[in-house]
Structure formats: structure tokens, C-alpha cells
């Protein structure tokens, strides 16, 4: 079984940064392609950004490309997301997600909140 767990989120200012935490409780950390999501009030849960198992490639929202930056540690079993000049829109509840194949495990959430 995976276990995700979230951290670092908080009540920021527009402009601050945030890091986020993914901590994974699995041995084959890293045979799992790693991404965050987010869900705003009333608003259908989006993918932020994802890091691929293989070689690390990397993809972005529109809306945080620039700006946000995720990362993996694999001797760490974490995933890291790395938010800089944040807005008021980027306020929502952030969720890691672990993938293989049909497998995929949710953590339970972690809220940012970006004040204008």
C-alpha cells in the first residue's frame, strides 16, 4: 500500500513562496510517476504539475508554468513542489498523487491560502 502525506502549506501573502512536502511510505518510491493537484472552493480538482518515474521529465499547468517547480527525491521517498510569486487564485487544497500503471494513491490534502 501507498500512504501520502502532505506538508508545508499555510497562509501566504501574493507574491511569498511556499514549498510543499510529499512524504510516500512505499519501497518502489521511485518506480512511481509523482504529481500534485489542486482543488479550489467550488472548482473541479486540476493537475498542477507531474514528474515522470523514468527520467524526470517534468509538466506544468499554464497557470503556474514559471512558477512553480516540482521535484523528487527518490533516497528521500518525497516529492517536493517548489511555489514562487504566488497569487490569490492559486489559493486551494493541494494533493500529491502516486501512479503505476492502473495503481493511483491520493494523499489527504494540504491548504494554501494566498492573500491579496
Known amino acids: 500500500q501507498v500512504q501520502l502525506v502532505e506538508s508545508g502549506g499555510g497562509l501566504v501573502q501574493a507574491g511569498d513562496s511556499l514549498r510543499l512536502s510529499c512524504a510516500a511510505s512505499?519501497?518502489?518510491?521511485?518506480?512511481?510517476?509523482m504529481s500534485w493537484y489542486r482543488q479550489a472552493p467550488g472548482k473541479e480538482r486540476e493537475l498542477v504539475a507531474q514528474i515522470s518515474q523514468y527520467d524526470g521529465t517534468t509538466n506544468y499547468a499554464d497557470s503556474v508554468k514559471g512558477r512553480f517547480t516540482i521535484s523528487r527525491d527518490n533516497a528521500k521517498n518525497t516529492v517536493y513542489l517548489q511555489m514562487n510569486s504566488l497569487k490569490p487564485e492559486d489559493t486551494a487544497v493541494y494533493y500529491c498523487?502516486?501512479?503505476?500503471?492502473?495503481?493511483?494513491?491520493w494523499g489527504q490534502g494540504t491548504q494554501v491560502t494566498i492573500s491579496s
Open positions: 498523487n502516486a501512479a503505476k500503471g492502473r495503481l493511483s494513491r
Open positions: 512505499v519501497r518502489t518510491f521511485s518506480s512511481y510517476a
